[in-house]
C-alpha cells in the first residue's frame, strides 16, 4: 500500500510539517504508525510518501502537525481527524488536503448537532462505486437541514451537464465523498456544490466562481483523494432556545417530593411540545455529607462521577413485594410531593430507605447481571472508591475522612480488601454500586429518549471539589488542600465568594496530561451534549483564599505575578508593611462601622497601639477565629457585630503572597476601605495606577498561556457542546482563548461586559454564545424587575426603549417583550429559566417572584429547594401558553 500526502500550509523558515498516522484494523482498534516529516521546496507545498502492507488494515486516520525548532507548535483539530478506508483494491492513494483547525461554525459538528437536534436520517447514497481509476472529491458542509443532502453538479456528463446532481455520501463528522471515474473526466471540467433534496431536486447552489478541477492521469488501482474549500451556501445560522433548570425543581405528579430523572424525560415532552431543543440542569452530583438540608448544595459533591441518589426515579425500581410498606411509600410520596418546596431530610430519606429495601430484594440478582457487569468494569477506577468512602461516611457518621478511626488515609490494598466480595460488610458497600447503576441506566434512557426528540441535554461541570470527597481523599496531591478557592468581589457578593473547596493542583495534573480531566470530559460525555463549564475562569487563574479567612476579600489569583517592594514604589506609592498589610483601624474607622457600639467594640475585642491606631486581640485575630467567637450566635446584633469584626480584619490594602510573603498583591476593592481613604491624594492616584494595571493588564498573556495548557485538550477530549460561565471579574485573555478553542460565552443583558454600557446590547451578541435572562444565581427577571426602581426605569427607557414610567409589578406584556428580545438575539442557544419563560403568562405564574430565586450567592448557607409550582403534566396541558411559546420560538427561527 502506497500513499502520497499533499498539503498546502504556508510555513516560516524553522517550521515543517509532520503527518501522524494510525492504523485501523478491522476490529476498530488503532494503532500508531511513526510520524512522517513532509518535505517541501517552497514552504508553501507539503509533500510525503508512505508504504507499508495492507494485511489486516482497514483504514488509516491521520492528522496533520506544525513543528517549530524540532518543538510541537499545533496540530489540526482532534476531535476529526482525516480517514482513508480501504476499498481492498485501490493500492496507491494521492491525497491532496486542507489543513482542519478548529471550525468556525464549531456548534455545527458537536455532538449537540449531529445526535441530536441535526440528526442526519440513514439512506445516503454509498462511495462504494469503484472505477480502475478513481477520483475522490471530498468537502465539509454542516449547514444541513434534516432531509437535505449534499451533491455535485457540473459541465461533464458525468457531473450531470449542470442539469442532474451527483449525491454525496456522508463519510464522517459533516464530511462528505463522491467517487468519479477518473477515465471519463475531461482535461479540465468545471463544477459546483449543491444541496439537493431525498428526490435528488437541487434547492440551493453554492455562490461564486465555478470550481475548476484538472485531474491528473491516474494509472489503474489508482485514487485521487481530493479535498476542496467549503461551500458558499446560503443557509440560516442553527439556533435553538431551550430551558434551563435544576433537575431537583421537577415536579411532576408521580414525583417523591423532588425531581428526578423520570420526570426529566415527562420535561422533555413539554420541550418538544413548544419547539424547544434543549434542557440545561444543574449539578447531579452527590453531595450526601451531612445529612441535612445543607447538602442541597450541588456544587459542592464528594464525587465528581457518582450520581446523587435523590434524582432516582422510585417509580423505574420494582415495586416492593410487602405490600403495606409500598401503601405506606406511597402515602409519603403524596404528601412530600405537596409541599411548595421539597424537604431535603425528608425526601432523601425515604429515597434512601426504598433503595435499601430495592437493594435486599433484587441487589443480588442485578449485581450477577451481565449489564451490571459491564458497567462495574467500566468504572470500577472511581466506583469502588467511592462505595466505600459512601460506607466509611455511613459507618462514622462523618465525611471528614481525617477523624475516621479506619482509612483516613487511602490506601487503594485496603480499599481493595475491604470492598472484597466475601468480606463482612461487601453488602453495605455493593449497595451503592446498586444505586450508582440504576441512576446510569435511568439517566442513559433520558440522553436516548432526548436524541431521539430532537433535544440536547446540557450538563454542568462546577470548577471545584469538596475538601470532603472522594478525591480529596483518594487523590490528595492533586489538590492545595490548605487553600479555599472562590471568587472576587462582583454584583452577586461585595466581600467576594468564598466556596471552600481546595484549589487544583496544576502542575501535579499536568504531569499525565491532565488525565483526572480528560476522564471526567469523557463520562460526563456518556449522558450530555453540551455542558457548561462553571467559572471556566478558573482554568486561567483561581480566586486562592486564606484558610483563616470566611470572606473572599483577602484572596489573590492564583497562579499569578506578585509585586516586589522595589516595583510597587516604581508607581510613585511609598511603601510601608507596617501601614499597609495590617489591618488599618481608627476611632474613625470604628464609629464609622459600629456607630454607638464603637467603645464595647474597643473594650471587648481590641487592643490599644501606641500610635493611636487599634489590632484585633490575638483571640480575635483573623476571621475564622471570629467566626468561631460567634458560632451559635444568630440574633441581629450578634451578626452585625461579627460581620464588623469581619470588616476589621480585611481593611488592608496589600496582600503578602501566600507562598512568598516578602512580595504583594493589591487587595481586591480596596478603594471601598479606610486604609485608602487615609491616603494622601497622590497616593491614592498612585495606588489606583498600581491596582488597574495588576488586575486588569498585567496578567493577560500568562493567564492565557496557563489557560491554553489546559483547556485545548480538555474540550476536545468529547464531542459535546462546550459553553463556558465567563461572568465577573473577566481579564481581556478569556475572549481570546473563547474565540481561539470556539467555546460558547454566556451573554446577560443586564451584566453588559463592556465597561461603556449599562445593558448588553442584544444584537452585539457574538453566534459562538448562550443568550439567558437570569441563571440560578441571580433573582429571576420579575424579583430583578421590583429590586432596584431606578435601575429597573434606566432599562424600562433605554433598553426597551419605552418612554414613561416603568410599570411594577412586570406585566406579562413586558416579560414577554424581554423573553421574544433574547430569543431574536444572534447567539445560538437562548435558554431561559422556567421562572423567566413563565412570567409572561400572568395566569400561569408564581405569584409570588421573590420565591421563585433558587440561589443567593452572598448566603454560603442558602438552602437550595425551588421546585416549580405546577406539574409538568399541567404545563403540558396549558394550551395557550405553549402555543404563545412555540410561536415566539419559530417566530424568531429557533423552531
Known amino acids: 500500500m502506497k500513499i502520497l500526502f499533499n498539503i498546502e500550509y504556508r510555513t516560516q523558515w524553522g517550521e515543517e510539517l509532520h503527518v501522524r498516522i494510525a492504523k485501523v484494523d478491522k476490529k476498530g482498534q488503532k494503532k500508531a504508525m511513526k510520524e512522517c516529516p513532509l518535505e517541501t521546496f517552497d514552504g508553501n507545498l507539503w509533500e510525503g510518501e508512505i508504504t507499508f502492507p495492507n494485511t489486516g488494515v482497514q483504514a488509516i486516520e491521520y492528522q496533520y502537525a506544525m513543528y517549530r525548532d524540532n518543538q510541537l507548535v ?123 433534496d431525498e428526490q435528488n431536486t437541487i434547492l440551493r447552489w453554492e455562490e461564486g466562481q465555478n470550481r475548476r478541477l484538472r485531474s491528473p492521469k491516474l494509472q489503474p488501482k489508482q485514487m485521487w483523494v481530493k479535498t476542496d474549500e467549503q461551500p458558499a451556501l446560503n443557509g440560516d445560522s442553527w439556533k435553538v432556545a431551550g430551558i434551563v433548570i435544576p433537575v431537583f425543581s421537577l415536579r411532576t405528579a408521580k414525583s417523591y417530593g423532588v425531581g428526578d430523572f423520570g420526570d426529566l424525560k415527562t420535561l422533555i415532552q413539554w420541550v418538544v411540545k413548544t419547539k424547544m431543543h434543549a434542557i440545561q440542569i444543574l449539578p447531579i452530583n452527590d453531595t450526601m455529607m451531612s445529612g441535612d438540608w445543607k447538602d442541597s448544595y450541588p456544587y459542592n459533591s464528594n464525587s465528581i462521577y457518582a450520581f446523587h441518589p435523590l434524582y432516582c426515579d422510585i417509580n423505574a425500581l420494582p415495586k416492593l413485594n410487602d405490600k403495606l410498606a409500598m401503601e405506606r411509600f406511597m402515602m409519603r410520596q403524596q404528601e412530600l410531593n405537596a409541599l411548595p418546596q421539597y424537604d431535603y431530610e425528608k425526601v432523601i430519606a425515604l429515597k434512601m430507605e426504598y433503595l435499601r429495601l430495592a437493594f435486599a430484594q433484587e441487589g443480588e440478582l442485578v449485581l450477577e447481571s451481565e449489564g451490571f457487569k459491564a458497567f462495574f468494569e467500566d468504572n470500577k477506577d472511581w466506583l469502588v472508591p467511592y462505595a466505600v468512602f459512601s460506607y466509611l461516611r455511613d459507618r462514622y457518621q462523618t465525611a471528614e475522612f481525617q477523624k475516621w478511626p479506619q482509612c483516613s488515609k487511602y490506601n487503594r490494598r485496603e480499599i481493595e480488601k475491604l470492598a472484597a466480595p466475601e468480606g463482612k460488610d461487601y453488602a453495605l458497600i455493593a449497595l451503592y454500586y446498586y444505586i450508582q447503576y440504576q ?49 472576587p468581589p462582583d454584583d452577586f457578593s461585595k466581600n467576594g465568594q468564598n466556596w471552600g473547596f481546595p484549589t487544583y493542583n496544576w502542575e501535579a495534573m499536568a504531569e499525565d496530561g491532565y488525565q483526572w480531566w480528560l476522564r471526567r470530559f469523557k463520562k460526563m460525555a456518556e449522558y450530555f451534549d453540551a455542558y457548561r463549564i462553571d467559572h471556566v475562569l478558573g482554568f486561567f487563574r483561581i480566586w486562592e483564599i486564606p484558610t483563616h479567612s470566611v470572606h473572599g476579600l483577602l484572596g489573590q489569583f492564583s497562579p499569578s505575578l506578585p509585586m516586589s517592594i522595589h516595583e510597587i514604589e516604581s508607581y510613585g506609592l511609598r511603601f510601608n508593611a507596617e501601614y499597609m498589610t495590617r489591618p488599618y483601624i481608627t476611632d474613625q ?28 486581640k490575638d483571640e480575635y485575630g483573623s476571621q475564622r477565629k471570629i467566626e468561631a467567637a460567634f458560632a451559635g450566635k444568630t440574633d441581629e446584633d450578634s451578626i452585625a457585630m461579627r460581620d464588623g469584626l469581619y470588616a476589621l480584619a ?246
Open 439 to 487: 441512576l446510569h441506566l435511568q439517566l442513559l434512557d433520558v440522553r436516548n429518549t432526548a436524541r431521539q426528540a430532537g433535544v440536547i441535554i446540557k450538563g454542568d461541570i462546577p470548577i471545584g471539589i469538596s475538601r470532603t470527597s472522594v478525591e480529596a481523599w483518594s487523590q490528595p496531591h492533586l489538590f492545595n488542600l490548605d487553600g479555599q478557592a472562590g471568587a
Open 650 to 895: 480585611s481593611c488592608v490594602l496589600f496582600v503578602p503572597d501566600h507562598r512568598y510573603p516578602e512580595v504583594y498583591h493589591p487587595r481586591i476593592s480596596a478603594q471601598q476601605d479606610f486604609t485608602y481613604q487615609s491616603l494622601l491624594q497622590h497616593e491614592k492616584e498612585a495606588f489606583n495606577r498600581l491596582y488597574n494595571e495588576y488586575f486588569y493588564h498585567r496578567h493577560n498573556h500568562f493567564w492565557y498561556t496557563e489557560a491554553m495548557k489546559k483547556l485545548p485538550a480538555l474540550t476536545q477530549s468529547t464531542r459535546m457542546l462546550v459553553c463556558a460561565e465567563d461572568l465577573g471579574m473577566v481579564p481581556e485573555c478569556v475572549a481570546w482563548v473563547m474565540n481561539s478553542l470556539r467555546i460558547l460565552s454566556l451573554e446577560i443583558q443586564t451584566m453588559s461586559k463592556s465597561p461603556y454600557l449599562q445593558f448588553g446590547r442584544l444584537w452585539e451578541n457574538p453566534y459562538r454564545s448562550v443568550a439567558t435572562i437570569s441563571t440560578h444565581d441571580m433573582p429571576p427577571l420579575r424579583m430583578w424587575w421590583d429590586e432596584d426602581n431606578e435601575r429597573t426605569q434606566q432599562f424600562y427607557n433605554h433598553a426597551l426603549y419605552k418612554d414613561g414610567t416603568a410599570p411594577h409589578p412586570a406585566p406579562g406584556w413586558l416579560c414577554e417583550e424581554v423573553v421574544s428580545a433574547h430569543l431574536f438575539s444572534p447567539s445560538a442557544l437562548t435558554l431561559l429559566s422556567l421562572q423567566d419563560w413563565l412570567s409572561i403568562d400572568e395566569r400561569l405564574r408564581l405569584p409570588d417572584p421573590n420565591a421563585e430565586r433558587i440561589n443567593i450567592p452572598a448566603n454560603p448557607r442558602h438552602y437550595w429547594h425551588y421546585r416549580m409550582h405546577m406539574t409538568i403534566e399541567q404545563l403540558l396541558d396549558a394550551e395557550a401558553f405553549n402555543s404563545k411559546v412555540k410561536s415566539l420560538i419559530e417566530n424568531s427561527g429557533r423552531g
Open 589 to 616: 474607622s470604628l464609629e464609622s462601622i459600629f456607630g454607638y457600639r464603637a467603645d464595647l467594640v474597643k473594650a471587648l475585642y481590641l487592643k490599644e497601639r501606641t500610635d493611636g491606631r487599634y489590632d484585633l
Open 74 to 196: 499545533w496540530t489540526e483539530w482532534e476531535v476529526s481527524p482525516h480517514r482513508v478506508d480501504f476499498d481492498g483494491i485501490t493500492n496507491h492513494y494521492i491525497i491532496t488536503d486542507k489543513w482542519r483547525p478548529i471550525p468556525e461554525d464549531l456548534p455545527l459538528f458537536s455532538s449537540a448537532y449531529t445526535e441530536c437536534v441535526g440528526a442526519k436520517e440513514d439512506g445516503c447514497a454509498t462511495t462504494d462505486t469503484l472505477y480502475s481509476s478513481t477520483l475522490q472529491l471530498r468537502v465539509v458542509e454542516p449547514r444541513l437541514r434534516k432531509g437535505e443532502f449534499l451533491a455535485i453538479c457540473g459541465s461533464t456528463p458525468q457531473l450531470g451537464e449542470w442539469k442532474r446532481a451527483k449525491r454525496m455520501t456522508l463519510i464522517n463528522l459533516q464530511e462528505w465523498a463522491v467517487n468519479i471515474d477518473a477515465e471519463l473526466l475531461f482535461d479540465e471540467a468545471e463544477y459546483k456544490y449543491v444541496v439537493v
